[in-house]
């Protein structure tokens, strides 16, 4: 017994050791992400227990991928790869667990570019998270993790486009799924169509609240854990460990390459640079510094020097860039509590009120100004454009001080000025906003205060702002109404605020089709109750032509929700 046992031993060390030989040792980017991190762990702890020498020992290969592959963050030739393993046995939780992943050009790994080896441990609860470089622009790949007894699923993603390069690129554009309000469709439609090349998420990609808590997920098999609010970075694992077992979610991340950035609930309910509504009087900064690790170790962004700062962005050919913001967390000045809105609605013209900060603000005036591409995107979070939610007619939304949404650009009136000015004195055309975050699909145009808009023509458009609804998470109009009361709301919405359109019935998400011409944005509609869902609703169609900053009259069509009368 002893015998074999020693001989099994030497043979698997031999194994594993050809093993190592053969495939390159990377680095989990997720022990570093630890390494540098401030709260988990103290540095010597990490240093002493992520060591080669363990490494070099470990074979424990009994493991399931139950949350999928990912990956995200293109560049010309680098992509962020993702997975988490659970393992089968009991492991000590220090142990170092190995896994190889395989890069390919064709789907049946003939023609195999890298396989490399890592590992990863309960330290950053399993998750692997790689930085491939070296690769083409242009080109699609498909990737696996794996080891000696199972593999992942395959996925495919891509590189950015050449520089030069001038295709139509197609974005699925989502924000707000909160798990617990109902199935995850809108995620699902896209792959089955295979109609994008990339997706972008503005956030609440997570909601952190309790169990029945805004949304309960008990009818639908859909219940959050764990059923507390999540506070602590064990919260958040377990958060983002319940929403990555949606296979939808999953099958998307396996097909596209996502580019992410935060809103409130991947931390809590209108945070901003240093609170949110409290519910428990856990320490703000703390629980803002472990959500920030558990949404790096379970999301496949890179990882940037400083943690806080996931402002970025992104080139598509001379098609377009996209300016992905942090309008939330990065140096939002104070927000809506629910309770200080008497307060807040005395401080939302503030010359220096910040929704960006001053150096992020610089940043996206400088990639506005030296744009060498055709469009410029900017993806924010949050609304910008000015909206009065009291409405006479219908009811409005039940909120005190209507007249401003305090937590989307609303309450930050200097600071959606002076983005607007700039565009204005420096000519700039052929920008367009992407935004998320209040549930409700909108589609307008921006101009400034006391300046001439008309909306029947477009004459005063000075950016254009498509804005998606939510994934899953309710509509903001009363939850009680029908589509036809959704519409009548939709209606006086519209007009009170000459709007193009709004639909505030439907969840779902948009699609954009960017090209040297145009930028064309489709919205569709899911019902999230409906696990069977099948047929999504495509709600409205709007252009954007190139050297015109407003929305093309002609070519739109709405089959949902309350077009602009003055239009028609
Ligand atoms: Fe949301």
Redesign the pocket.
Known sequence: MLFSSIIIGIVSYLYYFKNLLSSKVVTNLNFDLLSRQLYALPEDDVNQKVSTNDFFKSSFNNISFLHGIASGDPTLDSIIFWTRITPNDQVDPNQLIPIHFKLSSDENFTDILQDVQTFTNSLIDYTIKLDITGLNPNQTYYYKFYNDLISSDIGQTKTLPYPDQEDDVKLAVY????YAGGFYHAYKFPVLKNSVDYVIHL??YI?EFANGVYTNGTKLGRDHIPEHECETLEDYRLRYALYRSDKDLQNSHAKFPWILVW???EVADNSWLRGSVATSGYDFLKRRDEATQAYFEWLPIRPQKNLSKIWRNFKFGKVFQINMLDTRHYSRDITDYYHNQEFIKNLVEYEDRTMLGYDQEEWLNRRLLDNDTTWNLIASQCVVRDIDFSLPETGGLGFPFEEFNQDAWDGYIANRNRLLNFIKQNELKNNVILS????IAITSELSLPHEIYNVETGEGTIIVEFTTS?VS?PTTFPKHFNESQSLIMSKELVENNDLIWNDGYWRGYMELNINMNNVTTDYYGVDIKDVNFNNELHLAHFVVPKDQSFIDRESMYVNSGAMNQKII
């Open positions: 924000s707000c799924a909160n956030g609440d909601y809103d409130d609930h998320g975050d209040f549930h939510a998470s």
